[in-house]
């Protein structure tokens, strides 16, 4: 059984969206399917084309 494909991301969308803890901007690694906070140090996962913006279910981001 294949995965199915991820749907894309509306850019608009990407453009309005900050780190709820921070409030600062996320960088969009289409690769990986998240949005990432530098300055939390959190990637938010991306699941079906809706950024998932809880800080528990964001992955830390290592050094």
């Known amino acids: 059984m294949t ?3 991820e749907r894309p991301v509306d ?3 990407l453009e309005l969206l ?4 921070t409030k600062s901007t996320l960088e969009y690694d289409a ?3 998240e949005l990432v ?3 939390a140090r959190l990637a938010y ?3 079906n084309g809706i950024p ?12």
Do not use: G, H, N, Y
């Open 3 to 5: 995965e199915p494909a």
């Open 11 to 13: 850019r608009k969308l």
């Open 18 to 21: 900050v780190c709820p803890l």
């Open 31 to 33: 690769q990986k399917q």
């Open 37 to 39: 906070s530098r300055s």
């Open 45 to 47: 996962p991306i699941r």
């Open 52 to 63: 998932i913006m809880l800080p528990d279910e964001a992955r830390k981001l290592e050094d």
